[in-house]
Structure formats: structure tokens, C-alpha cells
């Protein structure tokens, strides 16, 4: 049964005459959301008493006080925003109490009323009665909710839970009514599996109240009566029983009935990012392949036999220029930390054997690096990174792989530019730069020298260096002063020699991270005859980073900079010893004491896709957690 709306006493024209102040005037704070009527479903605008006196004490501060408008609605935001429901306030007119879900929400990700406001285009002074459960919001603006806090729309109206049988009987699925009197939905199955089955009930004249788009696709199949709908790139349609429609959810869409009797219709949503963060039910242990033609090995195999016992793990792989990222998407419990840094913790506790078994050998090598994508409540994304020596708390090659994961998914469909969240903090990322639309810019965090010229004699070679903290800390070391040639074929003297430098820094400089090593890598720099940098950064006498490095590029900026051979807006191009190239420019330049200098950079480069695959670990396997040589 549908919630009636809800109805106040007074008419507009009554408060127009009681309170002095004009219909017109009246609408015009409306549009400006210093206030909300209630509204039936012809458009009918009620008041009650409370809106009465915030129309009187509105027009007193602004004849009075002398206030501008503006400044009235974000006092009154204010109070609103802090003030608890008053009492004997209406009950909440929903059957899942979505005002107060949306307000947890909000909460949970300190944004205030104003803020949401801002970033779905609905009045604060609405949003806040319709949290206290005294307004509807249509569906149109309940998405532009959803999309805010990175969930579906059916989701937001709540999901249902698991039922021991499969089979709903009619009138038994969950009801709600959150978008006011004259719709109705009847959830069937939602947020279970990767389709969200419901019915919907659609009084005449009821409607979407605009155009609406999000991720997914979607099927409408008309059972009862008559709905039209309208896609952005095409005219609209009426739809009348055992009609049906199939769509991109992405398309922007709207509907409404037009009809003289309610329109009853099976409304299913597919989640396309929910697939990628599901563990379907498996009952037996057939691992899917999708070979069903051609005259390889797999020839009309559509499945793969497990061993008892295996276990899977799903990945997709990428590289920046020439630097492997496998990123996990196998969901895993327990990271439910507040903070990315706190959800790498959680995974080092608990999953830390799932570092070496994606990362080392047979699978990977003592360089090979890995991304875990987890949710943010601060930023548009949230990662943490794995490498076979630990848990970095910052890598640039990763997240631009990450990009490119997250451009193949649709994911980034609105997000030219957006935010991720990584244990050392937030990062922006933009797509799309510098005319190339495949390019991929990270603003990079501050990038500190606080050593030039030490000259250390290691090997029988002087070396000029200096030393930079750029999430970890590196030596710089000019390769062509020291007479070293940064050619692939010379990568193991650059290696033996990289780590006996590290292993002398770090019993001449002062401890930074107490029992840690101090420097933690060494970036070999030079010039090649076309004007671009060499970089080569070794890690230890194994690990060496196959791209040119990003954060390193990202020093080697400082560096100059703190040298006076560089300026903010001074471009650099560095190329790796196998043809990776990153692009990297100075943007900002800040000298401290002790002749320290921060410099902000932003590293362009790109990402390629390598493969989406499945890990398998059998029970059996002496070496399925992996092992490094």
C-alpha cells in the first residue's frame, strides 16, 4: 500500500495573505531553497505552521537585519544541519526511513548538507526535510544521490536479503515507497546477485521527473497498463502490456505514465561494476573459459577442471611504460577500515600470503609489483599497493595502470579528472592530456631534496650524489660524471653498484625510519644525444623498476630545481633503458631551512592493458605461494 503524501493545512495563497509577503515572492524563495512545501502529486503546494513562521522570520532578517538572501539560507542551513528532528514532527513517510539511510551516509563521509547540495543540484533546505522523513525526492534526484556515494539506485532504496529458496511468491517481496505517493516498488531480488529484479507500480501522471543515467544496463517489460519512455538520443515511446525495452543504463532516460490506470512493470537492473567485486556461488569446480571454437587446445572447451580444493584469484594485468601492475579484483573481507592506509593494514594481517602468491615467482619476479583497489570515503577511488619486499605507500607507475583498469571498466566515463585515495594520501589523476587522449597525468605530492654534491668513492668510481624523499627515499646519482653507461646490457654493474651505494648511505646518513634503511633506492640519471634523460632506478641487487619511475622523474625535477637549472614550468622528458618514456613537469618551487627544497610535479605517461586473468592455487602445491630466487 502506497504512503499518502504528506499534506499541511495552509494554501500559498494563505501564507501570501497572513504573512504580507507575495505569491510571487513566496515562489521566487522556493527556487532559491530558503523554502520547501510540501507537494502532492499535481503539483499542489501545502504549508503548515513551521513554514509560516520561517516565512515571517525570513522576511525579518531580511527588512530588519538588512541580510542578503544568501546569506539567510546558509544561516538557516546551518541551524538546520545541526539541529535534531524537532518533536512531534511528522513521522518519516517511507518504509525504509531512506532520509535517514541518506543521512548516514552523508555523515559517514563528512560531507554537510550544503556539499550535497552542490554536487546533485537539490536545495539544502529540501534535502534536510527530506532526511527527517517529511519529503520525497523523485527518482531522478534520489540517482544523482546514489551516484554521490558511489551506489545504484536500487541499492540506496535498500537491498533484500538472502532467502533460502529462490522462488518469491506474488506479494511477497519487499516493499517500498520512496518516491512518494503514486509509486511503488515490490523488490524481488536486489544487490544479490548482478541483476536487480523489481516491480513497479506507476499511478497515472507520476514520472521520473527528468532524465536520469547511471552504470548498468537495464530491461522494462510492461505487465500492466502503459509507460512512456524516452531516451536521450530518441523519441519517446509508449510501451503498452508485453511491450518491453533494453538499454544501456549510461543513456540518460526518463518515463513517465500517461495513461488513465496505473502501470505495473518488471524493472531489472544489471550492475556492470558489481561484476567485478562478486563472488558468484560455484557448485562445482569448472573454471569458465569461453573457447568454444577454434582448433587451439581449447578447442569447444568452455570450462576448465579444478582440483579439489583450488583456489582462484582474478586479476587484471597492466604496464606503465614497460613497469607490470597486477591489480586484484577478487573481493576479499575484513578491509573495512575508515582509511585506505587502514585497509592496507587490515590486508597485511590478514592476506599477507596472497602478496608472494600473486607477486613471486612462478607467476611474477622479484620486481614484480601489485595494486588492491578498496572504496574511499575521501576520495573518488581508493588503493593500496603490494610488492614482493612489502606494502609502499606510494608507486606512480601503479596508479596509472590502475587508470587504465579503471578507463576499460566505464568507470571513469564521468571522471575526466578525479581523486585517488593511497596510503600516503590523496592523489588527482587526469585522463586525456596534452592532446592525447590516452595519456595519463598525476599530480605528485611533494618531492624534497635535502642533500646535493656529496661525493662518496664506492667501486673505484666517484660518484656525484644527492638525496630525495618522494614517499620513499632515493639517491641521485649522475651516471655520465661517473663515466657509467645506462644501456640494458650494463644492468648488472648499475645493479651491484646501486646496492653497494645504498648499503654506504646507510651507515653514513642519519637514521630517518629507525631500524629501516635510510635510502630505500638509487635513480641513475644521464642525457642521451637527443636532449632526454636516462633514468634507471635500482632497488636492490635484484628489483630495478622497468619504466624510467615516476617518483624518480619526479626527484630528478627537485634536483634541478634546487640546483638552478629548472623552473616551475620546466618540462623533462626521461626515457627508460627498454624505450618506457614519462613526461614530467615542474609546477611548484619552495626553498626551507637548511637549504631543503619541495617541488610539486605532475608525471605524464601511459598504461596498457596486458590481460585479465585467473590465479589458481592448488591444494598441493609446494610452491603455490611462490618463491623468489
Known amino acids: 500500500m502506497t504512503q499518502p503524501a504528506a499534506r499541511f493545512p495552509f494554501s500559498i495563497g494563505h501564507v501570501a495573505k497572513v504573512t504580507g509577503i507575495a505569491v510571487s515572492t513566496l515562489r521566487s524563495w522556493e527556487n532559491q531553497g530558503l523554502l520547501t512545501p510540501s507537494k502532492s502529486a499535481g503539483g499542489h503546494r501545502s504549508y503548515g505552521e513551521a513554514e509560516i513562521e520561517r516565512v515571517r522570520r525570513i522576511d525579518r532578517m531580511r527588512r530588519v537585519d538588512g541580510q542578503s538572501l544568501s546569506a539567510?539560507?546558509?544561516?538557516?542551513?546551518?541551524?538546520?544541519?545541526?539541529?535534531?528532528?524537532?518533536?512531534?514532527?511528522?513521522?518519516?513517510?517511507?518504509?525504509?526511513?531512506?532520509?535517514?539511510?541518506?543521512?548516514?551516509?552523508?555523515?559517514?563521509?563528512?560531507?554537510?548538507?550544503?556539499?550535497?547540495?552542490?554536487?546533485?543540484?537539490?536545495?539544502?533546505?529540501?534535502?534536510?526535510?527530506?532526511?527527517?522523513?517529511?519529503?520525497?525526492?523523485?527518482?531522478?534526484?534520489?540517482?544523482?544521490?546514489?551516484?554521490?556515494?558511489?551506489?545504484?539506485?536500487?541499492?540506496?532504496l535498500g537491498g533484500t536479503k538472502g532467502r533460502d529458496f529462490p522462488v518469491v511468491r506474488r506479494g511477497q517481496g519487499r516493499i517500498v515507497g520512496s518516491f512518494g505517493p503514486g509509486v511503488t516498488i515490490e523488490q524481488l531480488t536486489v544487490s544479490q546477485r548482478l541483476m536487480d529484479a523489481e516491480v513497479w507500480t506507476i499511478d497515472p501522471e507520476r514520472e521520473s521527473d527528468g532524465f536520469y543515467a547511471h552504470e548498468g544496463e537495464e530491461l522494462i517489460y510492461v505487465l500492466e497498463g502503459s509507460l512512456e519512455l524516452a531516451l536521450a538520443d530518441r523519441d519517446a515511446e509508449v510501451l503498452n502490456p508485453g511491450d518491453g525495452a533494453y538499454f544501456n543504463s549510461r543513456i540518460a532516460h526518463r518515463w513517465r505514465n500517461t495513461g488513465p490506470v496505473p502501470a505495473k512493470v518488471l524493472w531489472i537492473n544489471t550492475d556492470s561494476d558489481r561484476l567485478s567485486s562478486m563472488s558468484f556461488e560455484r557448485t562445482d569446480r569448472r573454471l569458465g573459459l569461453g573457447a568454444g571454437i577454434g582448433e587451439g587446445i581449447g578447442e569447444g572447451a568452455l570450462s576448465l577442471e579444478l582440483p579439489s580444493g583450488a583456489r582462484t584469484f582474478r586479476v587484471i594485468e597492466t604496464h606503465t611504460e614497460g613497469h607490470p601492475t597486477h591489480i586484484l579484483i577478487e573481493p576479499l573481507e575484513g578491509l573495512d577500515a575508515d582509511s585506505v592506509a587502514g585497509k592496507a593494514r587490515q590486508f597485511a594481517e590478514r592476506y599477507d600470503s596472497l602478496r608472494p602468491m600473486l607477486l613471486h615467482e612462478p607467476r611474477g619476479h622479484s620486481g614484480a609489483f601489485g595494486l588492491v583497489p578498496v572504496a574511499s570515503s575521501a576520495a573518488d577511488f581508493g588503493a593500496f599497493f603490494i610488492s614482493s619486499y612489502g606494502y609502499p605507500g606510494l608507486c606512480g607507475h601503479a596508479i596509472m595502470g590502475y587508470t587504465a583498469a579503471l578507463r576499460a571498466l566505464g568507470r571513469l566515463t564521468r571522471h575526466k579528472r578525479f581523486t585517488i585515495e593511497v596510503p600516503n594520501g590523496i592523489l588527482s589523476v587526469e585522463v586525456g592530456v596534452d592532446g592525447d587522449a590516452d595519456a595519463i597525468a598525476l599530480d605528485m605530492p611533494p618531492a624534497l631534496i635535502t642533500e646535493v654534491g656529496r661525493r662518496v668513492a664506492i667501486d673505484g668510481l666517484e660518484l656525484d650524489v644527492a638525496i630525495a624523499m618522494c614517499g620513499d627515499c632515493t639517491a641521485l646519482v649522475d651516471a655520465q660524471a661517473a663515466g657509467l653507461t645506462l644501456e640494458a646490457g650494463n644492468i648488472d654493474r648499475l645493479l651491484a653498484l646501486g646496492d653497494s651505494l645504498r648499503r654506504h648511505l646507510n651507515e653514513a646518513l642519519p637514521r630517518r625510519r629507525g631500524a629501516q634503511p635510510s635510502v630505500d633506492s638509487v635513480l641513475f640519471h644521464g642525457t642521451d644525444a637527443t636532449g632526454a634523460v636516462r633514468q634507471f632506478l635500482a632497488i636492490d641487487r635484484q628489483k630495478f623498476d622497468r619504466s624510467p619511475g615516476v617518483a624518480g622523474l619526479s626527484c630528478l625535477l627537485a634536483l634541478r630545481a634546487a640546483t638552478g637549472a629548472a623552473q616551475p614550468g620546466t618540462r623533462l622528458d626521461a626515457v627508460s633503458l627498454f624505450g618506457g618514456r614519462l613526461s614530467g613537469e615542474l609546477i611548484t618551487l619552495t626553498h626551507g631551512a637548511g637549504g631543503a627544497v619541495a617541488a610539486t610535479t605532475r608525471i605524464t605517461g601511459r598504461a596498457h592493458l596486458k590481460a585479465v586473468a585467473t590465479l589458481i592455487q592448488e591444494m598441493g602445491d609446494p610452491l603455490g605461494s611462490g618463491f623468489l630466487r
Open 72 to 156: 539567510i539560507r546558509r544561516l538557516l542551513d546551518s541551524e538546520e544541519e545541526a539541529a535534531p528532528a524537532p518533536e512531534g514532527e511528522a513521522a518519516p513517510v517511507t518504509f525504509n526511513h531512506l532520509g535517514a539511510r541518506v543521512r548516514g551516509l552523508r555523515q559517514e563521509a563528512g560531507m554537510s548538507l550544503r556539499e550535497l547540495s552542490e554536487r546533485t543540484d537539490i536545495a539544502t533546505s529540501h534535502l534536510s526535510m527530506f532526511e527527517r522523513g517529511v519529503a520525497f525526492l523523485s527518482p531522478a534526484r534520489l540517482n544523482a544521490i546514489a551516484e554521490v556515494f558511489g551506489r545504484t539506485l536500487a541499492e540506496l
